[in-house]
């Protein structure tokens, strides 16, 4: 980088990212190259506001990410947050630190990523900064997000009576994540090995996951859902998060929660049950969430009309706070709520 | 760090830190603890978002910042930047990457330097992201802040005829820090040395650098002002960014740039002219800007009533494109565009 000023590098990687009539269009006034960005905020909204960081050697490694998953995935995280309070995103801010020897290239096909995602989203990127390091990049997503007055769909508003809802498979991230790890091959050689075509899902789910905005929107326009959280550390975490939070009890039921393919043939072949992935695996971003029993149906219903699924994988109850699984054999066993957490182990 | 996990940590820097009243009354509706933050926008306001990283080793050692320095600084260089656009600041996300190792104690106080800056300027900090990482600390800080429609101060707006002001002394904090490099001395022993007791200023100017938010917010309501920037590389480099994006020359007078007794005295003894500090030492986050001739007196009158001090220190003109010292001789001297940048040398 030691050719490449901070000026040039940020017009280099901003530079016909996103068009002026783009950024109008999403209500920025002034962009990127001001001390800050301006933008409008329709009157009378909610705004979210989050951000995620990734860092490398432990949000991600050579062997685990392409340079552009990188990119996409931290703002797709970010996103997620927005998702999980069936919010509409709008801005990103991008931080992007680095050491000085990172070739241009590299840094390049981050935020060809992040680009990629961001508009897959229309979230318009206002700003950012960028930074050397000593040590990885890091790379830090800031979002702003939307919402109308009193719309937000938080963690707390479980209710006795709901069902539990997810809108996707999970576990699919952490078996991507493993066999990649187990693979241990540099991300510029896997098009050459047949054998990393073999769980093309898995590989996706981990390093291009989805953030599901589309379904966090219809959650919160048809009115019925009441709690809602994005799965970033597994199932069994994210619905302890939602027991905890409105004081209640879950029961998730075993046979009710969707698996891949992929998922179900990979744990086979490694010995594994599936929900090893799916209870405390990280980083799928469905969203998981609760809405009242007599409205699931109907729910259901407007998820088939946009095309988008909806499982109904438990009910809340007041008969114990945390979270069970009631397996097959119509057995219940308790939910640990520790998911993937960076600070131990 | 490894016996702390995520959601105590989060807890334990936020924890009374800010009162759910302030918050309140800040716009919060959900702050801390749920996928995202949800804040009131004011109708017909507009929003101003920027976002400022400090790594380690780079923006701050062990022998240039104390551990709440460094919070402090981040905080105030992100809220800097919305003064700087002449906005009010309001909320706040902060991301933090650390080594697992790093001592907890270390990290609270960050946060209380922090939270020290956030409460002075009345900003809500509204969520955040810890991480672990492999190297050194770096700290992300994101601000929203607000202004009315068509009324931020940008870069692009200085005229002919009107004349460059600036709002303090600048040079000190580059001072401070060449001064801290050369004691070389860890900053848990400052207190035991007399000789660091020699430039308190020049290292408060470094360590804990003032945003200028009274004084931008003055400028805007002023309706005075034109182009606005606030000082992080240097004089000379930041009229040179309001020069090149209003298309415009601009004279700096010599004899008129203020300058501390301190810096003074401290260049003195280095055999060194104070403007090798001033005109591109980074980081005093003092604003520069331009405002019509004839407003002048009146926005000087404006700044004493309100116990603030506004220099004029040039003119703008359209002789020449740049950036141009007149020295006390009468010559004139143009200054190059650069100054401290990231990603060279």
Redesign the interface.
């Known amino acids: 980088?030691?050719s490449?000023?901070?000026f040039t590098?940020i017009d280099l990687l901003n530079g016909g990212q996103q068009t002026i009539a783009f950024q109008r269009a999403g209500g920025v006034?002034?962009g990127i190259?001001?001390?800050?960005?301006?933008?409008?905020?329709s009157?009378?909204?909610?705004?979210?506001?989050?951000?995620?960081?990734?860092?490398?050697?432990?949000?991600f490694k050579r062997v685990t990410m392409r340079d552009a998953d990188i990119g996409y995935k931290a703002m797709a995280s970010a996103v997620s947050?927005?998702a999980?309070?069936g919010?509409t995103p709008r801005?990103a801010?991008?931080?992007l630190?680095m050491p000085?020897s990172t070739p241009v290239e590299q840094v390049r096909a981050m935020y060809d990523g992040l680009y990629e995602c961001a508009n897959r989203y229309r979230v318009v990127v206002?700003?950012?900064?960028?930074?050397?390091?000593?040590?990885?990049v890091?790379l830090?997503v800031?979002v702003?997000?939307e919402?109308e007055?009193d719309r937000?769909l938080?963690?707390?508003a479980a209710r006795l009576g709901d069902v539990v809802f997810i809108t996707g498979f999970t576990g699919d991230s952490a078996a991507g994540l493993e066999w990649l790890l187990g693979k241990n091959k540099p991300s510029e050689e896997w098009d050459d090995d047949p054998e990393l075509k073999q769980y093309p899902g898995l590989i996706q789910a981990h390093c291009r996951p989805e953030p599901q905005i589309q379904a966090g929107e219809l959650l919160r326009r048809s009115g019925f859902c009441h709690a809602l959280?994005?799965v970033s550390d597994g199932i069994a975490s994210e619905a302890w998060e939602i027991a905890a939070?409105s004081n209640i009890g879950i029961d998730l039921i075993e046979d009710r929660i969707p698996v891949s393919g992929e998922l179900l043939e990979y744990a086979s072949k490694q010995g594994k049950d599936p929900l090893d992935y799916m209870l405390y695996g990280g980083e799928d971003y469905q969203l998981i969430g609760t809405a009242p029993a007599e409205h699931a149906v109907e729910l259901q219903m407007k998820f088939k009309e946009a095309g988008l699924p909806l499982y109904l994988i438990g009910y809340v109850h007041g008969e114990h706070s945390g979270v069970r699984l009631v397996r097959s054999d119509g057995g219940a066993v308790s939910l640990a709520k520790?998911g993937y957490?960076?600070?131990?182990?």
């Open positions: 980088m030691s490449v000023d901070e590098l006034e002034t190259g001001d001390d800050a960005a301006v933008v409008r905020a009157s009378d909204s909610r705004w979210i506001l989050t951000c995620d960081t990734m860092t490398e050697d432990i949000h947050d927005i999980a309070m919010g801005y801010l991008v931080a630190s000085k206002a700003g950012g900064d960028t930074t050397s390091c000593i040590g990885g890091t830090t800031t702003i997000g919402t007055p937000a938080l963690r707390s959280n994005d939070a520790r957490n960076h600070f131990t182990g």
